[in-house]
């Protein structure tokens, strides 16, 4: 077991009062596996992946435990993640491309990081440069300033520089988002690579974008409005969704080949609930076209067949029906 998630819950503290953008997250993610973490835009995704690494004002963590590798992760403490963070769980962040220091040298940038974690720079430059190496960069990269590099090039520097140290588990959140189309394609072959290469072991895809999910994930995780909504492996998601929203999300979805005429995109109707105040019960019931008195209550998340979870009602009653 990599990955153990148990009922997290994480509010941001506002004047207004809390947002509640996380509420009773419970999953896994195996030993080598790849799970893409998918929804709208504000339902969750990188409140999920902040939680695990960098848990800080103004949110605040309301209950939950994360499990690593067997031992428990304190994620509610910021001095103690910090033996944590790089070593045992890293990640590349949301617009990775502007994490890099632009007045200090690419080199400069990763000596001070591992430096900081007590490990030579010069003991790991040889594997340094194999990286590199692997990734397609030169090595005069080190000693170039980030404003010197393409888009593609710095979002590979920041991959190389997140793993550098074997993590177990990496989070990479959006890391296509202002790529090109065939960036986008090198950077997510890499991303795979870096498990096959075993610079880590397992890997969170952070994204709104499902054919890329489709592509490189082995599971994937639907969010909606802060609650988890459907787990299941890659095929399951997109072939046979169980959940109305994922169903509505991935009909909304364009397929190669087909032309407009042929097929118009449905959309979802509706828009997102506020999460200062959202309804209660299943947050996606006023936009479900299946939703019914029961809806009222928050329903459960749990397994209906093998490896695949959902958070429904009325898939509920056909399931047991069945």
């Given at each position: 077991?990599?990955?153990?998630v ?6 941001y503290?506002t ?7 996380l509420?009773?997250?419970?999953f ?15 339902c969750?995704?990188?409140t999920?992946?902040n ?6 004002p ?11 590798d067997?031992e428990?992760?304190p994620?509610?403490d910021?001095e103690?993640m ?7 769980i ?5 617009y990775a ?10 080199g ?7 430096r900081?974690?007590?490990v030579d720079?010069d ?5 340094l440069k194999?990286?590199l ?6 090595y005069d ?11 593609g090039m710095?979002?590979?520097?920041v991959?190389v ?6 993590p ?10 202002a ?6 394609k ?6 795979v690579?870096?498990r ?14 499902l ?13 909606y409005?802060g609650q ?11 072939r ?13 979805l364009p ?19 506020l999460l200062?105040?959202?309804p ?14 029961k ?5 459960p998340f749990?397994?209906?067949?093998p ?8 898939e509920?009653e ?5």
């Open positions: 077991m990599s990955l153990q148990e009922e997290l819950t994480v509010y503290q004047l207004k009062g809390d947002v509640r953008a509420e009773e997250a419970t896994r993610v195996a030993d080598g596996e790849i799970m893409g973490l998918a929804g709208e835009s504000g969750g995704k990188s999920l992946a939680s695990l690494i960098l848990l800080k103004p949110m605040r963590l309301v209950k939950g435990r994360v499990t690593l067997g428990e992760l994620i509610h910021m103690r910090n033996s944590y963070r790089f070593e045992r890293s990640i590349i962040p949301q491309m502007n994490a890099l220091n632009p007045t200090q040298k690419i400069k940038i990763i000596a001070d990081l591992v900081w974690r007590q720079f003991d790991i430059l040889p594997e194999r990286r190496d692997l990734v397609h960069l030169s990269v080190l000693d170039m300033y980030p404003i010197e590099l393409s888009g710095k979002q590979r520097v991959m520089l997140s793993t550098l140290l074997n177990s588990l990496l989070l990479a959140d959006e890391i296509t988002s790529l090109d189309v065939s960036s986008q090198a950077v997510m072959e890499m991303l690579s870096f096959g290469w075993e610079f880590v072991r397992s890997v969170i895809v952070i994204t709104h974008d054919s890329i999910l489709y592509q490189v994930a082995d599971s994937i995780l639907i969010m409005a988890l909504a459907e787990k299941a492996s890659t095929v399951a998601i997109i046979a969704p169980r959940h109305p929203y994922t169903r509505m999300l991935i009909s909304s397929e190669v080949g087909v032309k407009h005429a042929e097929r118009r995109l449905t959309g979802i109707p509706g828009t997102p609930p200062l105040n959202p209660e019960g299943c947050r996606f019931r006023e936009r479900c076209p299946v939703a019914f008195e809806c009222v209550d928050v329903p749990i397994q209906i067949e490896g695949h979870f959902v958070a429904c009602w009325k509920f056909t399931n047991a029906r069945a």
